[in-house]
């Protein structure tokens, strides 16, 4: 290890059918402008855009920070950012997909290099507040299975990080030390036997532990349709449940139909979860344009439905709470209308949006997780060839915290 960087060699990862990079089959030609109605209209500045109807000192306000994180050393790129957690000292944690970069990317790495640069960095990445580098590592090692596709990232306050997959074989999640070291694994890649397994996952794709009760939840995920929880120091299964609280099964769906009742099933993939200071547990449905709210105990409790004619992968990417005492916002990034939505959290409405589709900073490319830290600033990630962290500062006007 040089000045906290761990280096370890990258498994392959799995492409995916949302995340990877699509074909070229454009065929519109006519490029004029067009009549935009109003309720499809994106964001047209780097700020935030206020819902009409919407008092503009009641929400937060954000602004990209262009300049975060600071380059990478060693030549280092990062693929496809799949996960991000902000950690008790205020770190930024992300975990990418080394092997989505492309040979022109790593050119140097080829026989006979073809350039210059670059290398991938390794797949879990910490940077302090600034966005300074402070320790890289992960990969295959002695002792646990790697996932074949990085997806997830947790850090708990003990300084635990856990790590999930979606690749076709990840039926794990891996848990280490913030040096990278190996702690523990739940379940076995391949093992898989489907959403009521107790043993094994079906492509994680997120996790968060409740600390008072020492337990794990986890969005599981690309394979399976459920929440499970396990024990954070044993690894042992205590409980699943799919949509609705009911027990989940994996027989086919049909394609998600705007005009269709509900699905009584989640969607693939179940794709976050958030544990609420309150004690309610939100999970994100992402194809299905939804978040669903569960008691602890698997008790379904209510859900919302955002940009519901969202066809491909879904709306509701990821979530976070905002970190006022009464947690009032949730703060949702969509990986396809590519935004950040500012949502009442009682009301579960859209008061605000942030970005848009593209690559100048503030907006996204397939914009995939968030996470949040104590200044209330987000940080955002990008799969797809979006392979960045972007920093989003708050206003420091809160006037909105006086308004709840």
């Known amino acids: 290890m040089t000045a906290g960087i761990c280096l370890l060699a990258a498994a392959p990862s799995a492409t995916l059918a949302q995340e990877e990079v699509p074909p070229l089959d454009q065929t519109i030609t006519d490029f004029s402008p067009r009549d935009i109605p109003p309720d499809k209209r994106v964001v047209m500045s780097q700020g935030t855009e206020v819902v009409e109807g919407v008092d503009p000192a009641s929400v937060p306000h954000f602004r990209v920070d262009p300049f975060w994180p600071k380059p990478l050393p060693h030549n280092w790129l990062l693929g496809q950012v799949a996960g991000v957690d902000v950690d008790r000292n205020d770190h930024v944690w992300i975990v990418h997909r080394p092997a989505s970069l492309s040979d022109r990317e790593v050119g140097v790495t080829l026989d006979p290099p073809i350039n210059k640069c670059c290398y991938p960095a390794p797949p879990v990445v910490e940077f302090d507040r600034d966005g300074t580098l402070l320790r890289a590592w992960g990969g295959p090692g002695d002792g646990y299975e790697w996932p074949n596709s990085e997806h997830g990232i947790h850090v708990d306050n003990d300084g635990f990080v856990w790590i999930g997959g979606n690749g076709a074989e990840d039926s794990q999640i891996l848990k280490f030390t913030a040096d990278g070291e190996f702690v523990m694994q739940i379940g076995r890649s ?10 094994n996952l079906g492509r994680p794709a997120d996790m968060e532990v409740d600390e008072g009760a020492n337990e794990i939840y986890v969005a599981d995920g690309y394979g399976n349709r459920r929440v499970v929880v396990f024990d954070t120091e044993t690894g042992a299964y205590k409980r699943h449940w799919g949509a609705y609280g009911n027990r989940p099964h994996d027989d086919e769906l049909p394609p998600y139909d705007p005009e269709a009742e ?4 989640f969607g693939s993939p179940v794709h976050c979860v958030r544990v609420a200071r309150d004690g309610l547990v939100y999970v994100c449905d ?26 491909l992968s879904g709306s509701v990417s990821d979530l976070v709470l905002s970190n006022d005492r009464r947690q009032a916002f949730i703060f949702m990034v969509d990986g396809v209308n590519q935004e950040m939505r500012i949502v009442d959290r009682d009301r579960a409405e859209t008061l605000a949006r942030v970005g848009r589709p593209g690559r100048q900073a503030g907006q996204f490319h397939v914009v995939h997780d968030i996470a949040i830290d104590f200044a209330g600033n987000v940080y955002t990630t990008e799969v797809n060839t979006g392979q960045r962290i972007q920093k989003f500062k708050v206003s420091p006007r809160r006037p909105w915290l006086s308004r709840r």
């Open 262 to 265: 509900p699905s009584e099933q």
């Open 190 to 199: 391949g093992a898989n036997q489907g959403s009521n397994d107790t043993e």
């Open 286 to 311: 992402r194809v299905n344009n939804r978040y669903q709210v569960f008691q602890k105990d698997g008790t379904f409790v209510s859900e919302a439905f955002f940009e519901p004619e969202t066809l």
